[in-house]
T-cell receptor
């Protein structure tokens, strides 16, 4: 089977740093993506790691270790607007289109 | 920034009726997807579509489901005879290229409520 594990909830204060972990067990792994979703709206792409290491995009960074089947999303200088659900998603090769397999999502609550 | 447009935003339908959910993907994108998200749960893959045919479908995508690209701009998901358990958010997504690291871009979704 294919599965992704991430914490269901995380709480942090404004200005802090938070790390959301994701472990996965999938076949045909091509890379790990992170998406943000506010109130059930459109999942918005944040970051993608195909190779081991850290990718940095502004306040957000994402890390991947393929040997450990593990990745994380790091959010720095948290703002109230960062309160949302965060999903890790494995890009699984399928034909030539690459479906995404999502984790259950982590609800991040940022407090003042 | 180009967007994926989905209509309607909310569809309420009686069980057993047919529904068609519509999507206008980003214009130069070639790969199309439908996902669904039952309230409070994860996003689940339904189907991928490329070059006017289905590339892959999940177990959820049974004979009641079909997809079509009737013209150069629209991409539709049809559910022939809806069931209560089809109630969910349905997201259309698209991607520019297949084997690259290009992200999938999602629309705002259609909330489907089956009564």
């Amino acid at each position: 089977g294919q599965s992704l594990e991430q914490p269901s909830e995380v709480t942090a204060v404004e200005g802090a740093i938070v790390q959301i972990n994701c472990t996965y067990q999938t076949s045909g792994f091509y890379g790990l993506s992170w998406y943000q979703q506010h109130d059930g709206g459109a999942p918005t792409f944040l970051s993608y790691n195909a190779l081991d290491g850290l990718e940095e995009t502004g306040r957000f960074s994402s890390f991947l270790s393929r040997s450990d089947s593990y990745g994380y999303l790091l959010l720095q200088e948290l703002q109230m607007k960062d309160s949302a659900s965060y999903f890790c998603a494995v890009r699984a090769f399928s034909g030539n289109t690459g479906k995404l397999i999502f984790g259950q999502g982590t609800t991040l609550q940022v407090k003042p | 920034e180009p967007e994926v447009t989905q209509t309607p935003s909310h569809q309420v339908t009686q069980m057993g009726q047919e529904v068609i959910l519509r999507c206008v993907p980003i214009s130069n994108h070639l790969y199309f997807y439908w996902y669904r998200q039952i309230l409070g749960q994860k996003v689940e893959f339904l189907v991928s579509f490329y070059n006017n045919e289905i590339s892959e479908k999940s177990e959820i995508f049974d004979d009641q489901f079909s997809v079509e690209r009737p013209d150069g701009s629209n991409f539709t998901l049809k559910i022939r005879s809806t069931k209560l358990e089809d109630s969910a958010m349905y997201f259309c997504a698209c991607k520019k290229e297949g084997d690259s690291n290009q992200p999938q871009h999602f629309g705002d979704g259609t909330r489907l409520s089956i009564l």
